[in-house]
C-alpha cells in the first residue's frame, strides 16, 4: 500500500517585499525641500465656496432643487431677452408701415419698398410668435421648480396647484389675476414669510404684473380692432399692432428681472457675486504678541 507524501509548504516573501535597509554612513545628505525645474501645476482648485450636494453648472443635481432652478432660471432669462429684441423688432417694422401709410398721402411708393416693409412685418410677427411660446414655455416650467423649491424651504406649499395655474394663464379675464397672485405669492415664499402674513409684492412685481394687465388688454382691443375694414380703422390697427409690441418686450424685459430676482432669493448665496479676494498689504495693524522667552536649561 502506498503512503501519500508528506510535503511541507513554505511560505517566503518575494524579492524586494521589504525595505533593506541602508548601512550606517551611507545615507545621502538632506538637501532641504524638494525643488522643482517649474512651478508644479497640481493644487488646491480656486473656488472659495461651493453648494453643499452639487457643484453649480454640474447636471447631476436634480432638476427640483435650487440649482437645477439656476440653470432653468438663465435659459428662461435668455429665452425672454431674445423675445424684447425680436418684439422690438416688431415695433420698428409696424412703425415703419405707419411711415409709409403717410407718405402714400401724397404720391404711389415703390413696389420694392412696400413689399420689404411686408417682408419685415410678417417675418417679425412670425419670429414673436415662436419666441414667445418658447419663452412661456420656460417661464412656467421655471414657476413650477420655483414653486417646489420654495415650498420646500419654508415649510407649506402654495395655495393653488400647477394645473390651476396653468388654466389661470389660457381662460381669458381670469389671466390677468392669477399670474400676478402666484408670482406674489413665490416671492413671498421666497422671502420665507410665514403663511399666517399677507402676500405683499414688491415693486418689481407690481410694475411686472401692470405690463402684464396692458399687454394683455392691448392684444385684446388690437384683436378686435382688426375686424373694422375701413381705412383710417387700418392706420389705426398698425399703432396698435406697434404698442402691442412694444407691450411685449416691455412685459419680456419685467419677467427676466423678476426671474432673476427670485432665484437670487432661493439661492443660499448668489454664486455670481462671490469674488474671490486676497490679501494684498496690511495697513496700521497692531504688532502680534511676542511669545515667552524659554529660561535657560528648562525642558520643553
Not at 390697427?237 to 430676482?261: K, M, N, Q, Y
Not at 504688532?287 to 528648562?298: F, I, K, T, W
Amino acid at each position: 500500500m502506498l503512503r501519500p507524501l508528506r510535503v511541507d509548504w513554505v511560505a517566503s516573501p518575494p524579492p524586494g517585499a521589504y525595505a533593506q535597509r541602508e548601512p550606517a554612513g551611507q545615507r545621502p545628505p538632506y538637501d532641504g525641500p524638494p525643488k522643482y525645474p517649474v512651478p508644479p501645476k497640481w493644487g488646491f482648485p480656486l473656488l472659495a465656496w461651493r453648494w453643499p450636494t452639487a457643484v453649480p453648472g454640474s447636471l447631476d443635481s436634480p432638476a427640483d432643487s435650487v440649482d437645477g432652478v439656476r440653470r432653468l432660471a438663465r435659459t428662461a432669462s435668455n429665452a425672454l431677452w431674445l423675445l424684447a429684441v425680436v418684439a422690438v423688432w416688431a415695433f420698428g417694422s409696424e412703425v415703419w408701415r405707419y411711415v409709409l401709410v403717410l407718405l402714400s398721402r401724397f404720391g404711389a411708393l415703390s413696389s420694392g419698398v412696400v413689399g420689404t416693409s411686408d417682408a419685415l412685418v410678417v417675418s417679425a410677427s412670425v419670429v414673436t410668435s415662436i419666441v414667445s411660446f418658447v419663452a412661456l414655455a420656460l417661464t412656467l416650467l421655471w414657476v413650477r421648480r420655483a414653486r417646489n423649491v420654495s415650498a420646500e424651504a419654508v415649510g407649506y406649499g402654495p395655495s393653488r396647484s400647477d394645473r390651476e395655474v396653468l388654466i389661470g394663464m389660457i381662460v381669458p379675464g381670469v389671466n390677468l389675476v392669477i399670474p400676478g397672485s402666484t408670482v406674489a405669492e413665490l416671492e413671498h415664499a421666497a422671502l420665507l414669510r410665514p403663511a399666517s402674513v399677507r402676500p405683499a409684492p414688491s415693486r418689481l412685481v407690481l410694475w411686472w404684473w401692470g405690463t402684464w394687465v396692458a399687454s394683455a388688454l392691448l392684444f385684446v382691443i388690437t384683436v378686435a380692432w382688426s375686424f373694422r375694414s375701413s381705412v383710417q380703422a387700418q392706420a389705426d390697427g398698425i399703432v396698435l399692432h406697434a404698442l402691442s409690441d412694444l407691450a411685449v418686450a416691455g412685459v419680456a424685459v419685467a419677467t427676466a428681472l423678476v426671474v432673476r430676482r427670485i432665484t437670487t432669493l432661493l439661492l443660499p448665496v448668489d454664486a455670481d457675486s462671490v469674488r474671490l479676494m486676497r490679501v494684498v498689504e496690511v495697513r496700521d495693524a497692531p504688532e502680534p504678541p511676542l511669545r515667552a522667552v524659554r529660561a535657560s536649561g528648562s525642558l520643553r
